[in-house]
């Protein structure tokens, strides 16, 4: 904790919130998930040890992620959420009321985005300002955003997936999906609870995804051995789980997300969309590093397709950069103080 913090980034992810501080990088990355109680409406914990609590809470204890689908869903929530990032960082009794850039999706209304500032404003900034995820995840890939050549940026986080095409700083078409992490995530449970009548939880669900999920099928299978309970008998059981039943579970979300990529390319004129063919379309978010997904994209669309180097921290990094060049930045991407 640094009383003298004096800017702060946040990407303030559906599944994740990652904090940005100059000089230092990334400093947090903690689940967004708050812990509350019931009856005295109070916040108990956030972050890893709320999400430690999900799905294990006695009626008492509401466990719940503030953010649904990358727009504030509990604006009190997401509030107490932000002060305790910002304090974390800054430390409570802070000298400095810092300035903060936070991450929002592109498809946001001036509502959200006003409800986004404000809780910023009131979990003790002294200035807040947004910039949307798109933007911040191409700074962050190192896309050279200002130069007048098409560049596509395909961002899926936990909640949403945001293709956006950039040119001159500018987001000259996007599209958001509600579809992310999340959703593959309940694809997965859903499956093996219609093959297996086994009922697993999240987080079983997310390992399948992490360890041995992939986009496209694969000739040498992985196996995982996963604990779920029996949806006829109602005892725990154990099945094996094979990569490739990974993969078929989870291909409608993949379409979804494809089609959200067709359509902003449809939209994108010629000159743009040709250096989009020369330079390919860059991935990031923490679901882009699910194996494979960028060579199905690239099958899929007919455009090559890579993935950014630490793809989970694009947005974060985007952040950083975007504070440490505050002033410029502020003529020409920031929305709102």
Do not use: W
């Not at 919130?17 to 708050?34: A, D």
């Not at 009131?122 to 962050?140: N, Q, T």
């Not at 590093?289 to 974060?316: E, M, N, W």
């Amino acid at each position: 904790m640094n009383p003298f913090v004096r800017k702060i980034g946040i990407d303030l992810g559906t599944a994740n919130t990652l904090v940005f501080v100059p000089g230092k990088g990334v400093v947090v990355n903690e689940p967004s998930v708050v812990a509350v109680s019931v009856f005295e409406n109070k916040v108990l914990a956030v972050g890893n040890e709320a999400k430690e609590m999900l799905g294990r809470t006695p009626d008492t204890i509401v466990a719940s992620q503030p953010l649904r689908d990358g727009a504030i869903a509990d604006y009190r929530v997401t509030e107490a959420m932000l002060r305790y990032f910002i304090h974390r960082v800054s430390g409570r009794f802070r000298l400095i009321r810092p300035e903060v850039v936070l991450s929002i999706p592109a498809g946001v209304t001036s509502t959200e985005r006003r409800a986004v500032i404000d809780a910023a404003n009131k979990a003790g900034a002294r200035a807040a300002y947004v910039v949307r995820e798109p933007i911040l995840a191409a700074i962050g890939a190192g896309i050279p955003i200002h130069t007048a050549q098409g560049n596509m940026i395909i961002n899926i986080g936990g909640g949403t997936s945001e293709i956006a095409v950039i040119s001159l700083g500018g987001v000259v078409a996007s599209a958001s999906a509600r579809v992310g992490g999340n959703r593959i995530d309940l694809a997965i449970s859903d499956y093996i609870k219609r093959k297996y009548s086994l009922a697993i939880g999240e987080r079983t669900a997310e390992d399948l995804k992490i360890k041995i999920g992939s986009a496209i099928a694969q000739v040498k299978e992985d196996h995982l051995d996963i604990r779920g309970r029996d949806l006829m008998g109602g005892l725990p059981r154990t099945v094996a789980v094979s990569s490739n039943e990974v993969t078929e579970a989870i291909q409608d979300e993949l379409r979804e997300i494809i089609n959200v990529v067709k359509q902003v390319l449809q939209e994108t004129p010629p000159e743009l969309s040709a250096d989009i063919m020369d330079k390919g379309m860059v991935l990031s978010g923490g679901t882009s590093q699910l194996r494979y997904l960028d060579q199905l994209i690239a099958k899929t669309i007919g455009v090559p397709c890579y993935v950014a180097d630490d793809p989970a921290f694009c947005v974060a990094r985007g952040t950083g950069i975007v504070l440490e060049n505050l002033e410029a930045y502020k003529r020409s991407i920031m929305l709102g103080k």
